[in-house]
């Protein structure tokens, strides 16, 4: 018995944002410290490129894991309707009590795009670059349901200080 072949599909589109990274659930000190030049009260921007990739069976008879047309919209509601262009902490409500992290964006880039794919099971990554050198993958849901075994590995010597999207 021979199985379908599977193949990843990619659509990649660009849009530009601004925004602070800046916490809430911490001190303007510890905001500081944390996210150093990219914690300027009045933002800065980027020029971010998305990918956004399925992953099934080639159909047989339409020879696609899924109509590229079908990406194109679900990115274009997400993307360029709700993102591109905007304040991302004062435009877009996702933002208003989180961080906007690259992985928090990418986080909201997947959830969203997940809600208009007619298959959405199908979606396997949003890769978002923040900068040629910076990029964030995400894959669904982290296995763990108990975020305490990351806390508990993680040691204030080992961890990244400075989170800073924009650092080299």
Request: charged share 25%.
């Amino acid at each position: 018995m021979s199985q379908q072949p599977v193949a990843l599909l990619t659509r990649k589109e660009c849009f530009s944002a601004s925004h602070r990274l800046h916490s809430k659930h911490l001190s303007d000190e510890e905001n500081a410290q944390i996210y150093g030049k990219c914690n300027n009260p009045n933002g800065h921007g980027h020029n971010y490129t998305v990918e956004v990739t399925v992953r099934g069976p080639i159909e047989k008879r339409t020879g696609m894991v899924m109509n590229i047309t079908d990406i194109k919209l679900a990115m274009d509601a997400v993307i360029f309707k709700q993102l591109d262009h905007k304040n991302l902490d004062k435009d877009v409500d996702y933002f208003k009590d989180l961080p906007s992290t690259t992985e928090n964006l990418t986080i909201f880039i997947w959830d969203n795009i997940r809600d208009k794919l007619k298959y959405a099971e199908l979606l396997y990554e949003v890769k978002v670059y923040e900068t040629d050198k910076n990029s964030v993958t995400y894959r669904g849901p982290y296995p763990y349901n108990n975020n305490q075994y990351l806390q508990n590995k993680r040691s204030a010597k080992t961890s990244c200080t400075n989170i800073s999207s924009d650092s080299d």
